[in-house]
């Protein structure tokens, strides 16, 4: 099992220029999560699935978008990107949301910065 | 917002001493998860504790949840370099769907 897979592992982008951070899971997991974490932070929710067809915002949404066309794969969209973007991203899957099976595997993070 | 806080934010100490790390929130959660994230990589999952009071351990590793459920400390016995990193506390939402993350203590064990 590769686990969760993000790409790319580092990117730089103008002001305004747009991008799709890939992540997938091949654990079967249903539920699917973006996070940012910035410098000396924690993880701030953007979105999150429980399940294929249906995504909902978390703390910080704005200025991003997300798709679960399958339960495999969660893109995180950034249409407009600015200087407040530059962050670490992580993906994050899932089994279920039950305090038994909740446990959250991580992927190792896109490097984002926006110039 | 969830608000978890966590201190102490930095620790810095020698190889061989014990700590404490605290997570604590004004608000009363049903469990709560701890992670150590190594730099460059992604948080993985120490421990899960769920019931107030309850201790876990983790080879030199123990974690504690608050009788009230609104605090837990993590506290290592003998500090090892490899347990360089940053440890971030968790809880979930009411629906637990959503999580959220204490800002971590980052942890260096000097040789």
């Known amino acids: 099992n590769a686990g969760v897979t993000q790409t790319p592992k580092f990117r730089i982008l103008k002001i305004g220029q747009s991008m799709t951070l890939q992540c997938a899971q091949d654990?079967?997991?249903?539920?699917m999560y973006w996070y940012r974490q910035d410098p000396g932070m924690g993880l701030k929710l953007i979105y999150y699935?429980?399940?294929?067809?249906?995504?909902d915002k978390g703390e910080v949404p704005n200025g991003y978008n997300v798709s679960r066309s399958t339960t495999e794969d969660f893109p995180l969209r950034l249409e407009l990107a600015a200087p407040s973007q530059t962050s670490v991203y992580f993906c994050?899957?899932?089994?279920?949301?039950?305090?038994?099976?909740?446990?959250?595997?991580f992927g190792p993070g896109t490097r984002l910065t926006v110039l | 917002t969830q608000l978890l806080e966590q201190s102490p934010q930095f620790l810095s100490i020698q190889e061989g001493e014990n700590l404490t790390v605290y997570c604590n929130s004004s608000s009363v959660f049903s469990s709560l998860q701890w992670y150590r994230q190594e730099p460059g990589e992604g948080p993985v999952l120490l421990v899960t504790?769920?019931?107030?009071?309850e201790v876990k351990k983790l080879k030199r590793l123990t974690f504690q949840f608050g009788d009230a459920r609104k605090d837990s400390s993590l506290h290592i016995t003998a500090a090892q370099p490899g347990d360089t990193g940053l440890y971030l506390c968790a809880r979930s939402s009411n629906t637990g769907n959503q999580f959220y993350f204490g800002t971590g203590t980052s942890l260096t064990v000097i040789p």
């Open positions: 504790v769920v019931t107030g009071g």
């Open positions: 654990m079967n997991h249903n539920y």
């Open positions: 699935s429980v399940g294929a067809g249906i995504t």
């Open positions: 994050a899957s899932s089994y279920s949301a039950s305090v038994f099976s909740n446990e959250q595997f």
